[in-house]
């Protein structure tokens, strides 16, 4: 488990953060490629787990994310085993070759 890495607070696409939290980015194209930058370098084959959008995004079958937040799970917590097994469900193929 020593390999678990965790982050939050992205805030993709948000161009009022880069003042609100006073990050070093001129925009928020800047701001959100550095990000994924830092993000792919550091580790590949994650799982992206959000919440806070009350089950208004769709899933992606395509994509290693979905909405943990308890609107979507009949507002239980869910194991690490059971965000597995959800994941192995998605129909996500790596681009760095794996």
Not at 13 to 38: A, T, W, Y
Not at 41 to 67: C, E, N, P, Q, V
Not at 77 to 86: T, W
Request: proline letters at 3%; charged letters at 20%.
């Amino acid at each position: 488990m020593s390999n678990l890495l965790f982050t939050s607070n992205h805030h993709f696409g948000h161009k009022n953060i880069i003042n609100i939290s006073n990050r070093p980015f001129k925009n928020v194209d800047e701001m959100d490629e550095v990000m994924i930058q830092l993000w792919n370098a550091k580790h590949h084959g994650t799982y992206h787990l959000y919440g806070h959008s009350h089950g208004s995004l769709a899933d992606d079958i395509h994509s290693r994310s979905f909405d943990v937040g308890v609107d979507c799970h009949d507002f239980y917590p869910l194991s690490y085993a059971e965000v597995k097994e959800i994941m192995k469900k998605k129909g996500w193929v790596s681009p760095f070759g794996r």
